[in-house]
Every structure is written in C-alpha cells, then in structure tokens.
C-alpha cells in the first residue's frame, strides 16, 4: 500500500491557479498510476484527471479539460494538478489516488488507494 499526502490547497478567486501536489511513499512511485478526484458538498467525487505509469497518457474531465494539467515526478515520488483559469464551481474536496496494478501506459478510471484531501475554495 502507498500513502498519499495532498498540499497546496486554499482559497483562490476565480479566474485564479493553484498547483496541488501529493507526495507518494511506502512502495516504488513509478509503479503507480496516478489520479486526482474531487468532491463538492452533497455530490459524488469524480474522477477529474488520471495519468499512466509513463506519464504519456493522460485523461481530463470535459469540465477541467484545457485548464487543468496532471504531471508526475517520480524522482521526487510525486504526482501534481496544475489548475488554471479557476471557478466557483471548482470549489470542493480534491483526493490524490493510485492504482498500481496497471499496465505501463494504462490511465486509471478506479483506484486503490487515496489521499486524506484538500481543500479548494474558489470565490466568485
């Protein structure tokens, strides 16, 4: 099992960028598919942005694509969200998870493992 740990949430205005980081340990990172899923008050989490093993393959929600990046460092164990142009609606909890049972350039739609979360405000 890997533990995760999310930083780099807060309170932003809209318009605004945050840069969400999770750093990974306990098992070799690059083992690991990555992903960000996120929550919002009374709504069911979603899965927002994935990355492979290779960092090649990627996955957006329509709802991020274009403002939102996923990359991952794995010499420093870590997996990160870029998040640009921000909106009110971008307002919730945000989870890092893995999956590492994937094959190499398999981007994750379930994961295994998760984060303890961070939290995104983003004020109109």
């Known amino acids: 099992q890997v533990q995760l740990v999310e930083s780099g949430g807060g309170l932003v205005q809209a318009g605004g960028s945050l840069r969400l980081s999770c750093a990974a340990s306990?098992?070799?990172?690059?083992?690991?598919?990555m992903g960000w899923v996120r929550q919002a008050p009374g709504k069911d989490r979603e899965r927002i942005a994935a990355i492979s093993r290779s960092g090649v393959n990627v996955f957006y929600r329509d709802s991020v694509e274009g403002r939102f990046t996923i990359s991952r460092d794995d010499a420093k164990s870590t997996v990160y969200l870029q998040m640009n142009s921000m909106k009110p609606e971008d307002t919730a909890v945000y989870y890092c998870?893995?999956?590492?049972?994937?094959?190499?350039?398999?981007?994750?739609?379930?994961?295994?493992?998760w984060g303890q979360g961070t939290q995104v405000t983003v004020s109109a």
């Open positions: 306990g098992r070799t990172f690059s083992h690991y598919a």
């Open positions: 998870a893995s999956n590492g049972f994937l094959r190499f350039e398999t981007v994750p739609e379930t994961f295994r493992d």
